[in-house]
């Protein structure tokens, strides 16, 4: 049921988001976001260590409640995936390279990574846009129909 408590979080937060009003503005460039945004953003990322929580749902959360506006808040979480992404790929790839160079070879990897690359850009380009004229409620809907659908497979 975890997975629909966030659900509803998404929600909660994207409401109370849209109805806040705050003297000060949101913040809308990433060169202003404060080392204090960004160490609790950062912070945040650690909860999704927790089974069922998206990293990218919990950066996203934690940028809009310490005052980023929609899009600065999107761009950062999938900035602060790419170091986390990057060590993981490097220590997998560190631990594979026999396999990996003995299958896809070493241009076979290089195409891969180039090409994952420009279709990431591409998805978060995207995704962007779409968050900023539909925000996360559908993404909260989506999570909490997918958990009762799998909870009632599984009582079944």
């Known amino acids: 049921m975890g997975v629909i408590h966030r659900g509803i979080l998404m929600i909660a937060v994207e409401y109370f988001y849209e109805r806040r009003k ?3 503005p949101r913040t809308c460039d990433l ?3 404060t080392f204090r945004q960004a160490l609790i953003i950062g912070i945040a990322q650690v909860f999704s260590m927790w089974p ?15 005052g980023l506006d929609m ?9 602060l995936a790419l170091p986390t992404l990057t060590g993981a790929t490097v220590i997998s790839a560190c631990e594979d390279w026999h396999t990996l160079t003995q299958v896809a070879g070493i241009n076979g990897m290089l195409i891969g990574l180039i090409m994952s690359g420009i279709v990431a850009a591409l998805a978060v380009k995207g ?3 779409w968050l900023t004229h539909h925000g996360l409620t559908p993404f909260g809907i989506y999570r909490i129909i997918a958990a009762l659908l799998v909870f009632w497979f599984l009582i079944r």
């Open 127 to 129: 995704f962007v846009k």
């Open 71 to 79: 899009v600065a808040a999107a761009e950062f979480s999938f900035l």
């Open 22 to 24: 705050s003297p000060s």
């Open 31 to 33: 060169n202003l976001i």
């Open 52 to 66: 069922g929580t998206s990293r990218s749902m919990i950066t996203l959360i934690a940028a809009l409640l310490v």
